[in-house]
T-cell receptor
Framework: QKEVEQDPGPLSVPEGAIVSLNCTYS??????FMWYRQYSRKGPELLMY????GNKEDGRFTAQVDKSSKYISLFIRDSQPSDSATYLC??????????FGTGTKLQVIP | DTAVSQTPKYLVTQMGNDKSIKCEQNLGHDTMYWYKQDSKKFLKIMFS???????INETVPNRFSPKSPDKAHLNLHINSLELGDSAVYFC???????????????FGPGTRLTVL
């Protein structure tokens, strides 16, 4: 079993829809949870960073962590065509080593 | 004023050749990384250096040798290239050794390596 599981998609939604992206993990040592966005032929860029269980909001983006279920989510409200990218969840238990999910490819259709 | 830069952007070479990829960061970070992203977009860490010292060395063939001349540079040399080495290689940097808010990793644009 992989340490981090993420549905690769692709996920196609109409513009304006609410998008839900999810990851599950098996390593209880993970304490830090991140979401990266990667546009085609570009490097990943950090979108959201959370430490504790609960919700964190930043504009149209909300990151949710449920440590008891080992489940994290990223919600995108009012999705835009510019949100079309691959979204990678990432987790760390400390000392730099970050484990990434395989990424979910999202397409927002105008 | 690119934060993390890599050269070359594309690299096409024959099996058996030796090649190098260079990475430079101007963020003043202490830690640099090399990642490999395969065709299925799976991003896997290969190496991590902190202040020129090797911190993480994942299960990577010893044909891959990172070199850090100073904390702003981390180069990747690959000997005897194989077909399976074809992938996108990303360099990244972060500020601190331990995880926390300052552990955010900033990625370069990637080097697309194709081995024929």
């Amino acid at each position: 079993q992989k340490e981090v599981e993420q549905d690769p998609g692709p996920l196609s939604v109409p513009e304006g829809a609410i998008v839900s992206l999810n990851c599950t993990y098996s390593n209880s040592a993970f304490q830090y949870f991140m979401w990266y966005r990667q546009y085609s032929r570009k490097g990943p860029e950090l979108l959201m960073y959370t430490y504790s269980s609960g919700n964190k909001e930043d504009g149209r983006f909300t990151a949710q962590v449920d440590k008891s279920s080992k489940y994290i989510s990223l919600f995108i409200r009012d999705s835009q065509p510019s949100d079309s990218a691959t979204y990678l969840c990432a987790m760390s238990g400390g000392y730099q080593k970050v484990t990434f999910g395989t990424g979910t490819k999202l397409q927002v259709i105008p | 004023d690119t934060a993390v830069s890599q050269t070359p952007k594309y690299l096409v070479t024959q099996m058996g050749n030796d090649k190098s990829i260079k990475c430079e960061q101007n963020l003043g970070h202490d830690t640099m990384y090399w990642y490999k992203q395969d065709s299925k977009k799976f991003l896997k860490i290969m190496f991590s250096y902190n202040n020129k010292e090797l911190i993480i060395n994942e299960t990577v063939p010893n044909r891959f040798s990172p070199k850090s001349p100073d904390k702003a540079h981390l180069n990747l040399h690959i000997n005897s290239l194989e077909l399976g080495d074809s992938a996108v290689y990303f360099c990244a940097s972060s500020q601190e050794v331990t995880s926390g808010p300052s552990d955010t990793q900033y990625f370069g644009p990637g080097t697309r390596l194709t081995v024929l």
